[in-house]
């Protein structure tokens, strides 16, 4: 290694993940990339170093208006800060930025997104009580463009092709982040809802309908991993009338979960419980105990946002009940992720994030959150990244503040390896639990920090 890659400045991946950093990307425009890298504490030389560019050539970029558009230049750029390359456009051909919405990576906050939910709720509700599914089902329609040439018949091993993907590509998004894998999944969307148009016999076709399903449920929740709110709604949309349409009510029920927990994530409880109860219909309907412990634990979470304490612990209760008589082996492959780490994370953010907080709850809660974290495996970032920063809120909260700093510490650090704008998105309540002690310097410089990981959002 040369003394300018040992001193390089590392960049945290989330920082390509936020909407305006992906938009410039899309455009090749580098002098907003530039001035976003700088709002993150990247200074002008350390870019060119990077990047392979005279000092000079950086100032042209963001004084001068200089546009880069060599190919090999920009290749060049995007190897030396570490951006994918498929987020210029460079790894695939001159329609990548269609193909892959990265023109479109822009986080709806306008008002109109009320008038988004309530339609998306609506069409839920429909689909998941089966009312007039003939007239509402949109899932045979081919998407906006095709890729490729689709076969004129299908069989087994093409339904089993897109399991086998949709497994990988779920692994890496659990693993890194939705930003690892997120347009790689969108491509194969587009190629394979072709396949729906192909001759196949009906038990094959269902079986379609049902990867198919599978597939826009990881599309929507990957999308939603990186802040594109209404892609994440229309994949989770198309997802539920595909699985509808296969009477498969588990992987419904999966689908209405990942579609609540956007709500939830977006500050709209009240429509995220609409749509954790609508799963829980759907998850009874199913017979799987771990699908219903999971939308109950979710359900308890979002009580807990509405300030109705009692309700919560109500169903963390269940949630136990349902998951201590689950059998997971034998759960759908959506939803046997959910084990103990993750109910024991999901009841301790619920109970120290509620609104009327007790002692108790963040008692229990820390608990609960560090049998999480001590059953983690190593590579399991993102997750540990959302039960630290809970950790350490929960720390502040109660006037620990040496344990505070130090588990919010590894919070961010943990946050900064992953592809993820959500991961950003829930360092909030630790950074504003931070700002409570002003006088603290350790504190004070971990605010920051997180500040420096929201900067280009």
């Not at 000079?56 to 004084?63: K, M, P, T």
């Not at 994949?235 to 029920?253: I, Q, T």
């Not at 007790?358 to 399991?380: C, H, K, N, V, Y």
Request: aromatic letters at 6%; charged letters at 25%.
């Amino acid at each position: 290694m040369n003394v300018h890659e040992a001193s390089a400045v590392a960049i945290a991946p989330a920082v390509w993940e936020s909407p305006v950093m992906r938009a410039a990307l899309a455009h090749r425009d580098l002098k907003r990339v530039f001035e976003l890298l700088q709002r993150v504490g990247i200074s002008q030389r350390e870019i060119g170093r990077q990047a392979g560019l005279s000092s000079s050539e950086v100032y042209q970029v963001l004084h001068r208006n200089r546009r880069i558009s060599a190919y090999d230049v920009l290749a060049k750029i995007a190897d030396g800060l570490k951006i994918p390359r498929g987020y210029m456009g460079l790894a695939y051909d001159d329609s990548t930025e269609i193909n892959l919405d990265l023109a479109a990576a822009t986080c709806s906050i306008i008002g109109s997104e009320r008038d988004e939910v309530r339609s998306l709720l609506s069409h839920a509700a429909d689909v998941t009580m089966g009312v007039a599914a003939n007239d509402i089902a949109h899932w045979w329609q081919p998407l906006e463009r095709e890729i490729a040439p689709a076969p004129a018949r299908i069989g087994r091993s093409d339904v089993d092709r897109i399991r086998a993907l949709t497994a990988a590509m779920r692994a890496i998004d659990y693993r890194h982040g939705g930003g690892a894998c997120r347009d790689a999944i969108a491509a194969q969307v587009r190629w394979s809802q072709q396949l729906l148009n192909a001759d196949g016999g009906d038990h094959v076709k269902e079986q379609l309908k049902c990867a198919l399903a599978d597939l826009h449920n990881l599309a929507g929740w990957t999308s939603f991993d990186v802040g594109l709110y209404s892609p994440a709604r229309k994949h989770f949309g198309r997802a539920l009338e595909l699985a509808r349409s296969a009477n498969d009510c588990s992987l419904s029920a999966n689908i209405l979960y990942r579609t609540g927990r956007l709500h939830l994530h977006r500050g709209m409880p009240n429509e995220a419980l609409r749509f954790f109860q609508l799963g829980q219909i759907a998850a009874q309907d199913s017979g799987c105990a771990l699908t219903v412990a999971m939308l109950c634990v979710n359900e308890a979470w979002t009580y807990g946002q509405l300030g109705d304490h009692e309700q919560m612990r109500r169903s963390v209760g269940r949630a136990q009940d349902e998951f201590s008589r689950a059998e997971r082996e034998d759960a759908p492959v959506w939803v046997r992720f959910f084990g103990d780490a993750d109910l024991n994370a999901s009841i301790g953010v619920a109970l120290v994030s509620t609104v009327k907080v007790t002692s108790r709850d963040l008692s229990d809660g820390i608990e609960f959150l560090q049998a999480a974290l001590a059953r983690r495996s190593p590579d399991m970032n993102r997750s540990k990244a959302f039960e630290l920063t809970a950790l350490a809120y929960a720390h502040l909260y109660t006037g620990d503040r040496e344990g505070g700093l130090r588990i919010g510490r590894s919070a961010v650090a943990t946050a900064s390896t992953v592809r993820s704008v959500r991961t950003v998105d829930r360092l909030s309540p630790l950074k504003k639990a931070a700002r409570k002690y002003p006088m603290d310097a350790g504190l004070k410089d971990l605010a920051r920090s997180i500040d420096s990981l929201e900067a280009v959002k």
